[in-house]
């Protein structure tokens, strides 16, 4: 197996708004290994989500090159991409993005109806471990509206898992959400990335950032920078070592 | 993605959003109720109209005085006058195709039983007028021609001049009446024919002799109106020839004048009654039309409404790896489901409303599968096209243009 996951070069979108054109990104190379876990930072507008939603296969590049896990994208077709997305990847949206008046469960089942090689039972008890593994086993059956912002990410997180993709593509996951519940999520995440997923996540959090392995900074739809994380930090300790009557506190100040 | 996926898919969706499903269901039974209520009104009066032209005997002519000539200018009462007893004299014995013929006196007036008194119309005639207009003897008899003759005070009566003067259920042959004070014996009653296709009483008669009723009652020399029958349906035009013919000439009418009379025959009537239960029908197809319309509207704005939240939902199904032609599917089942669903509880509801307005007016409804097959399918291409149109544009979209979509 090739080491290198995601190979793009001289990447570009331009947006055309009437007579204006957006140049959001111009020009990005950039390549990550498997198994890393990369935070992607930046000013606002400076490209990130472009680069993302590009990335996760939502949406496609003016000009430039993309090779995911040894494929050029470009040579696929829209059904090809969708059986890539469906079976490779796994993407997490700031705006969770579930389904309204469908439960947990039906939520995270969703992708596997889209492969004819899962079966029924085979897609429920998916779904299933899914929700456990995301510490949701007792909220299956309840509606989102019925869930927290935190408890929504979670179920998105656990659809992008259910279809046990190579990489998962989260955009300011832990965007709306509190410090500790953040922390939560980051903590599932670094587990996901121990058991040999490549994660990639947008965040305009420094400390959020240092959960990665690798940071990259965007600017004006060019990397800025990049850099390896010096002192990573582990969610599972500072969860340990942050007393939730001092959240409180601080929230209540 | 297989089949049950696919249904299951599409039914969770309609479950999902229940409410917009039962409107757009609602649109489409409507539309579907309407057309087949109203077609089949339309039908049955149609065909009970039919039924009764052909009760009245479908090869009966009658002849008319011609009040109307020349746009529509009145000639005065000289040409009410034009028909005489002469005419249907020179019928009887000259018109080969004509197989009875009588004629008809009419007069109006107070009818008195004891201390009870009715108004009705008194048609004088020949014994054969009975089968000429197909009139049928129900207690008594009728009139002989020697009565007829010597100017008898008989008579035969309906129904509703029964119910009238005697009360229902009573038989009054052999009763004395009174019309405008001159006493009548009743030697006959008359079948109920019921109502006609113009909602006339056809039971609320009396019919005597023409002699008496020309003489004592109506004192005219002349006659309303002469009633013939052809020998056959077939033959019904000849014998309209014949009998044009004769009056022409016993009316002493030259080459360049018009008819003073008027032929109507009963085949030529139910044309007419045809063409304008016809309109009818087109007219109540129309209101329909109009309806389905209407229905038709309701499902599309419904669809356009949810147009956004669907939007997103396809950009989400297709981000998660859903392909353009699963998600096109699945909309295509839900239209597919919804329209079918709909049409059927259409069919009933329709069915059951032109059942209820046909027992409330009268007319028995008509469900022609012809119409219940159109209003289906009419309503099941505008359901369908509805549903997949709108989800035929997202699914083209690229994902993350579908998931933002507002
Ligand atoms: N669909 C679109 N149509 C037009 N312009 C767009 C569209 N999406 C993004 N842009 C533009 O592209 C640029 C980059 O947008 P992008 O969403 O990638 O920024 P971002 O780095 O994710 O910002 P943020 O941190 O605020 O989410 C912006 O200038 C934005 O206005
Ligand atoms: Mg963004």
């Known amino acids: 197996m090739e080491k290198t996951i995601i190979k793009i070069a001289g990447l570009r979108k331009d947006y055309h708004i009437g007579e204006v054109t957006v140049h959001a990104l111009r020009g990005i190379n950039l390549s990550i290994d498997r198994g890393e876990f990369v935070a992607v ?24 090159e993309y090779w995911l896990d040894g494929v050029d994208i470009r040579t696929l077709s829209k059904d090809q991409l969708a059986r890539l997305r469906n079976q490779k990847l796994g993407f997490v949206f700031q705006a969770y993005n579930l389904l309204p008046r469908t439960t947990a469960l039906e939520n995270v089942e969703l992708p596997l109806f889209y492969n004819s090689q899962v079966k029924s039972k085979e897609r429920k008890e998916r779904a299933i471990r899914a929700l456990e593994a995301v510490g949701l086993a007792d909220r299956m059956h309840h509606m989102p509206n019925q869930l927290s912002g935190g408890q929504q990410q979670r179920v998105a997180i656990a659809r992008s898992l259910v279809n046990d993709p190579v990489m998962i593509l989260a955009d300011e996951p832990t965007g ?46 060019l990397i800025q920078r990049e850099n390896m994380v010096t002192e990573r930090l582990y969610a599972r300790d500072v969860l340990k070592n942050l007393p939730v009557e001092n959240i409180e506190e601080f929230e209540t100040k | 993605m297989n089949f049950s996926n696919l249904i299951k ?47 009245m005997g479908t090869n009966m002519i009658m002849v008319m005085p011609n009040f109307m000539r020349r746009g529509g200018v009145s000639l005065g009462s000289s040409s009410s006058m034009a028909l005489k007893m002469s005419d249907v004299e020179a019928i009887r014995n000259e018109a080969v195709n004509v197989a009875a013929v009588s004629p008809e006196v009419r007069a109006s007036g107070q009818i008195i039983y004891g201390n009870q008194n009715a108004q009705s119309t008194i048609y004088g005639a020949s014994e054969e007028y009975m089968e000429i207009r197909k009139l049928n003897i129900k207690t008594g008899r009728v009139f002989t021609s020697q009565e007829v003759k010597s100017m008898a005070k008989v008579c035969l009566v309906g129904q509703t001049v029964i119910e009238n003067l005697f009360g229902e259920g009573v038989d009054p042959v052999g009763f004395n009446i009174r019309i405008t004070n001159i006493p009548f014996l009743i030697i006959g009653t008359l079948e109920e024919k019921g109502e006609s296709g113009m909602g006339q009483d056809q039971d609320d008669l009396i019919v005597a002799p023409y002699t008496t009723v020309q003489r004592r009652l109506a004192a005219i020399d002349y006659i309303n109106g002469i009633y013939a029958s052809a020998t056959s349906e077939e033959k019904s035009p000849e014998a309209i020839t014949e009998i044009e013919e004769i009056l022409r ?46 229905g038709g509207i309701g499902i599309m704005n419904i669809m356009f409404v949810s147009v956004t939240e669907r939007t997103r939902e396809i950009g989400l199904r297709m981000s998660i790896g859903g392909r353009g032609k699963d998600i096109l599917r699945q909309f295509l089942v839900e239209s597919i489901i919804l329209s079918i669903l709909g049409g059927l509880l259409g069919i009933i509801l329709g069915y059951l409303i032109a059942k209820g307005a046909g027992s409330l007016m009268d007319t028995p409804a008509y469900v022609q599968s012809k119409a219940v097959i159109l209003a289906f399918i009419v309503c099941f291409i505008i359901g369908v096209f509805f549903g997949w149109y709108p989800a035929r544009k997202a699914a083209s979209l690229n994902p993350i243009d579908a998931l933002r979509y507002e």
């Open chain 1, 176 to 221: 709306n959400l509190d410090t500790r519940t953040s922390f939560e999520i980051m903590e599932l995440f670094q587990d996901l990335n121990e058991r040999g997923r490549t994660i990639v996540y947008v965040t305009h959090e420094p400390d959020i950032a240092r959960f990665a392995t690798r940071n990259v900074v965007f600017r004006d739809g």
């Open chain 2, 9 to 55: 898919i599409a039914v969770r969706a309609l479950v999902r959003n229940r409410l917009r499903a039962v409107l757009t269901m609602l649109g489409i039974i409507i539309g579907v109720a309407s057309v087949i209520a109203m077609l089949a009104l339309g039908e049955g009066s149609k065909r009970s109209m039919r039924q009764e032209m052909s009760n």
């Open chain 1, 41 to 64: 930072m930046g000013m606002s507008g400076s490209g990130k989500s472009t680069m993302l939603n590009i990335l996760g296969c939502l949406d496609v590049p003016t000009k430039g």
């Open chain 2, 249 to 294: 000439r016993t009316h002493k009418l030259n080459d360049s004048d018009e008819n003073d009379f008027r032929i109507m025959s009963q085949s030529e009537l139910m044309s007419t009654m045809t063409s304008i239960t016809d309109i009818m029908t087109y007219l109540l197809g129309a209101i329909a039309g109009i309806s389905l319309l209407v």
